[in-house]
């Protein structure tokens, strides 16, 4: 098993990256939708079993950013999603926000109507318009049925 761990935030990739290492999975870290793409069009090469994906990270087209100024707004992880699925690898969103947020409802919407797996989001949210400090990473892999050690 590999996942394909997309997270364009240092503290969110940090807590994913301690997660999937004390777990003993491997796994492939990308910043941007350029990378992604890269690496699920080699899927095969790469070992790529599993997708973990940020919601909102940049495309990577401008060069060497990293997100901070690169169309951090736009959704891409619907696209990674897409490909995904697209060559029969499970993935999931993994998210800071409410699945019922304005900038997340819509994409919640549209995964029902394509059969995607539920989001693992800011479930705990006191509203809808919360923004959690961290991320359900577990959660994530409870929904892609990668049972990992209690102790983790």
């Not at 699920?40 to 940020?54: N, P």
Request: hydrophobic share 40%.
């Amino acid at each position: 098993m590999k996942i394909l761990l997309v997270e364009d935030t240092a503290r969110h990739a940090d807590d994913a990256i301690n997660i999937l290492q004390r777990a003993g999975i491997e796994f492939i870290h990308v910043k941007n939708l350029d990378f992604a793409e890269q690496a699920l069009l080699k899927s095969e090469q790469y070992g790529i079993t599993h997708v973990i994906t940020d919601l909102f990270f940049p495309q990577g087209r401008s060069g060497n950013s990293n997100g901070v100024d690169n169309n951090i707004l736009e959704p891409c992880g619907v696209a990674v999603m897409s490909l995904a699925n697209a060559k029969g690898i499970p993935c999931v969103i993994c998210t800071d926000g409410h699945h019922h947020g304005d900038r997340y409802d819509w994409v919640t919407q549209m995964g029902r109507m394509l059969d995607w797996p539920g989001m693992a989001d800011h479930r705990r949210a006191r509203t809808r318009s919360d923004v959690a400090e961290t991320k359900d990473w577990e959660f994530a892999l409870e929904i892609l049925d990668i049972t990992i050690p209690i102790s983790v």
